[in-house]
């Protein structure tokens, strides 16, 4: 390596904020694809979802949280601690801010988790809903927030992720703060996520859509089997959709099967284009009784504590 060769960096960049701020489509602008669900519906990121950029020079792991709130469930608890868990091991934080929105009491809370953190950057989202001046005028209402709180941010930057507006870069500021290290991943990896867990949030993302006014966060899924035909590119996959009581059973399955037919319909489509193979989706519904609350339920589905 010559004196004039910049060292390759790697690192870890959480992504944080308030539910529905524009993590997730933050998160999958980033990296270029979709590897989170996304719904204008709050609190639909339940776990840490890893997504990988990897460029000449850099390599970085962006970290996509569940929205920080107060907790009314156990489940709601346990998204709380891994966001805390995701901040501890971070080269950076981005904080999220929509334009579109007064500042409060939620981001306070969430500056204040990450003030012990060097490189703290502020995102401000969504500026395609709001008016040139309402944007300056938000830009300056940020800066007095980071002042009040004695936050020094690296960099505030406005975006939109929607619309690809700042995306460039706001990557190359958040690669700066990478520390020197080879590649962490295989650099032809857009995320270290499970297949399966990508496989769930694709099926609770078309679920949600459709059900969110009745079943707000009353439905999380299990792959119950996968397996690939033997010599054909073709999946058969059994999942469960669990709800908590026997009424949300009966409207997820809807008059006559069409409302979980639908479910399984769409949610078909997008399994396919994400594993480039075909599949057979086989869906049922199971009321698991008051799953958010239950300690042992929350461990099967996969929301361990610390």
Not at 146 to 169: R, Y
Not at 261 to 285: C, D, M, Q, S, W
Request: proline letters at 6%; one cysteine or more; aromatic letters at 4%.
């Amino acid at each position: 390596m010559t004196s004039s060769t910049k060292p390759h960096t790697a690192g870890f960049v959480a992504i944080v904020g308030r539910p529905n701020v524009g993590k997730s489509t933050l998160i999958n602008a980033l990296v270029g694809e979709k590897i989170a669900i996304t719904s204008h519906h709050p609190n639909t990121t339940r776990n840490p979802i890893r997504g990988i950029i990897s460029r000449p020079g850099f390599q970085m792991i962006v970290v996509d949280t569940p929205g920080v709130h107060k907790p009314k469930t156990l489940l709601g608890a346990r998204l709380n601690e891994m966001v805390t868990e995701n901040l501890e091991s971070v080269d950076a934080a981005v904080l999220c801010l929509p334009a579109d929105e007064a500042i409060g009491a939620g981001d306070e809370f969430i500056a204040r988790s990450i003030a012990s953190q060097r490189n703290i950057y502020l995102a401000i989202t969504k500026i395609d809903r709001v008016k040139p001046e309402e944007l300056m005028a938000h830009l300056q209402n940020v800066a007095d927030f980071a002042n009040k709180l004695g936050i020094t941010p690296k960099e505030i930057v406005p975006i939109s992720a929607k619309h690809d507006q700042q995306m460039d870069l706001l990557l190359e500021l958040l690669s700066k703060a990478l520390p020197e290290s080879p590649s962490l991943y295989p650099e032809d990896i857009t995320t270290d996520q499970a297949v399966e867990m990508t496989i769930t949030e694709l099926i609770r993302e078309v679920a949600i859509e459709d059900l969110y006014e009745e079943l707000p966060h009353s439905v999380v899924i299990s792959i119950d089997e996968m397996s690939l035909r033997e010599g054909k590119n073709f999946y058969d996959i059994h999942a469960t959709l669990h709800v908590e009581r026997d009424s949300q059973k009966a409207i997820i399955i809807g008059p006559q099967g069409s409302r979980l037919k639908a479910i399984g319909t769409r949610a078909r489509g997008n399994i396919e284009t994400f594993l480039g193979a075909k599949i057979y989706l086989g869906l049922h519904v199971k009321v698991s009784k008051e799953w958010q609350r239950d300690p042992k339920l929350l461990a099967r589905l996969g929301f361990s504590e610390k």
